[in-house]
């Protein structure tokens, strides 16, 4: 603009040799520059804040516009003026030198209008805002890929391993860990497999052992009844000898079929329950007579102790007989010639806590394992002389049926203890059955 100034344009105008144009050449010179501006206005401003030039209305020559100080730029002014019928924004600076131009101009200003700017910075708001809408949909897809691996993934697994065990293979287990509810999942499901898989090993190992324990008695059947029909015994006392021998195994087989029978209907829970108040005590001398003449033949001692102050007892009479059958007829079984067996009672709690003791023999027992189906501590005993291992499983689901609780230990004389714990009944004793409070046979 310094060289618009000069009569001679090309002058510069530091040689000293410029010479003022006339006014009206200084303005079309300032307005042909003007020009490029688009929207916005020229405008110089003499010492005194007043417009001497408007590139776009002369009508607004001589209206003085308040300047203030921009805090953001040094040597750079600010300002909102109206124009005409519209409202600016301006920034102003100085110009430097001595001014010689023919207007006496100070100061030049650039404004442009307050719609223009307003519609400038939305637009570029909304393109930054597209733009920043854009990386944010690029990274939420990113996420959402992500999330969905993370959740797909395991629960893919989880379909691929339940489809595993609905095959059989029951050994299946899937690797998800964490806190959160994926892991919880996984956690569960494996310990559904683990459970699962060990119900097949037991329901495997059941089936073999009922084979097992049916093909002795069958065979014996099946030879001794071949025997009387095919007439190969001859004498009277062969046939009576056979068919004691198939009397016995039928009993035996039946026997082992009502105590399966028993066992599936007690872990079902449909086995029928009458739990009435029950004389604990007068039921334990009554299981002693029973076993009373096995225990003489292998010169047993049998000793009862129950207090006077033992309440009686929550249970079914039927199925106390069953459990305490079975406990008696095993220690008498297994307990060594001329040793004693004792059937004690003492309140425990809210309970009346059972125990039968008897020396262990050379065949001890392993505590944790006696309630098993099938077991014997004595493999070499035959299933004729020391039943088929199914009457101590009964009698713990039975226990339990009844809100009670049946296991084995050893006390510190190596006697092996079986505990039956019972809820007390608050109702009378009934007078079925006399009371003892000790007995030794």
Known sequence: ???????????PVATGSCRPAPAEVFRERLNAGAARLGSGRLLLLDSERYVVYDSADSESLGTRIELTQSARFANVFEARASLGDQDYLAAAMKLPGKRGDPLGATIVVLAQPQSFVATSAAGDLATRLLEAGGA???????????????????????????????????????????????????????????????????????????????????????????ALVDGSLLSEAERTHAAAIVHEESERVLRMAQELLDLARVEAGSISLHVTSVDLGAHLQQELEIVRPRASTRHLTLALNVPDDIPPIAADPERLHQIL????????????????????????????????????GAHRPDPDRMFDRFYRADPSRSAAAGGVGLGLAISRQLAAAMRGRLWADFDDSGNLRVHLTLPASRDALPQALPKPTEAVA
Not at 1 to 11: G, I, K, S
């Open 325 to 360: 059958d079975n406990l008696l007829d095993n220690a008498v079984k297994y307990a060594p010639d001329g040793s004693t067996v004792n059937a004690a009672a003492r309140l425990s709690g809210a309970a009346v806590e059972t125990v039968v003791s008897n020396p262990a």
């Open 136 to 226: 944010a949909l690029v990274v939420a897809m990113l996420l959402i890929l992500l999330v969905s691996r993370s959740v797909t993934r395991p629960l893919t697994q989880l379909a691929g391993a339940a489809e595993d065990i609905a095959a059989g293979n029951y050994s299946r287990r899937v690797s998800i860990g964490g806190h959160d509810e994926i892991g919880m999942l996984g956690s569960a499901f494996n310990r559904m497999a683990e459970a699962v898989e060990r119900a097949r090993k037991i329901q495997r190992e059941f089936l073999a052992n009922v084979s097992h324990e049916l093909k002795t008695p069958l065979t014996s059947l099946i030879g001794f009844s071949q």
């Open 1 to 11: 603009m310094r060289l618009q100034e000069c009569f001679t344009p090309n002058v």
